[in-house]
């Protein structure tokens, strides 16, 4: 009798073990997540980046594209097409564009799951860095290929209950891809993200090519960053919605 009560004991301890376990795993995959990226330390020392590339929409379609962050989380990106300037920006609260591609020179207020988007982009460190301070809650879902290369998996669901399935190698646990549910035109979509190209900035390991493409699709555009600046001097209101312009009168 007494032998099986130790055993029983036993049992149940190493069930009591497992959810710790789990954690422990994700614990140290994010560890090395930051490590392998240059640290803690150097991560945050980054206040602000200029980011200067170019994005491929398809054959022979080519844009300029720059992309300016500063911490906590504002974002101003800029894209030339056919000699007409797209902007989107975040100041932190208000999202706001122009896209005179559609006819509008005007700055309009980006609203609903398109400013939910922005404001993502828009954070600067990911859901990673310091990730038990922050509101996303991260599961590990073991490990799976991805194009060739063994990934861990890890869900990433914030307050809202969106989902990005974030895909990274098992080596250096570095990002490989990203896959989120996001709204196009009205449709629920997933949209696959692939970050490559990885080399150092201001000590930070960075991706300097991201692909894009909607899960099923054939096409997408690939973005290659060519220049990425650490600590540029940007002002606030760099990235604040501009007053509209007075109409004209007779």
């Known amino acids: 009798m007494?032998?099986?009560m130790t055993f029983v004991l036993a049992i149940l301890?190493?069930?009591a073990a497992l959810p710790a376990a789990a954690e422990t795993t994700l614990d140290e995959i994010i560890a090395t997540n930051i490590e392998s990226?240059?640290?803690l330390d150097a991560i945050k020392a980054i206040k602000s980046m200029r980011i200067e590339g170019r994005m491929q929409m398809g054959p022979g379609m080519e844009a300029p594209i720059t992309v300016e962050?500063?911490?906590p989380g504002s974002m101003r990106i800029e894209f030339v097409i056919q000699g007409m300037t797209g902007i989107?920006?975040?100041d932190g609260e208000t999202g706001w564009q122009v896209m005179p591609f559609t006819g509008s020179t005007e700055p309009e207020k980006i609203t609903g799951e398109e400013l939910e988007n922005l404001a993502d982009q828009a954070d600067f460190d990911g859901p990673f860095v310091n990730h038990k301070e922050r509101s996303e809650t991260l599961e590990y879902l073991g490990t799976e290929e991805v194009d060739g290369t063994p990934a861990h998996k890890i869900k990433v669901?914030?307050?809202n209950g969106t989902e990005t399935i974030v895909f990274l190698d098992t080596e250096y646990c570095l990002e490989i891809k990203a896959v989120a549910k996001t709204n196009m035109q009205g449709m629920e979509v997933e949209?696959?993200?692939a970050f490559g190209d990885y080399k150092e900035v201001a000590g930070v390991m960075m991706a300097h090519s991201m692909n894009q493409s909607v899960v099923g699709a054939q096409a997408g555009q690939a973005i290659t960053f060519e220049k990425i600046e650490a600590n540029v001097d940007l002002a606030d209101d760099r990235f604040a919605m501009p007053a509209a312009e007075p109409a004209a009168t007779e």
């Open 37 to 39: 990226k240059g640290g």
């Open 88 to 90: 989107q920006a975040y």
């Open 13 to 15: 301890a190493l069930v």
């Open 69 to 71: 962050m500063k911490r």
């Open 157 to 159: 669901t914030k307050e």
């Open 191 to 193: 949209m696959a993200t």
């Open 2 to 4: 007494k032998r099986t």
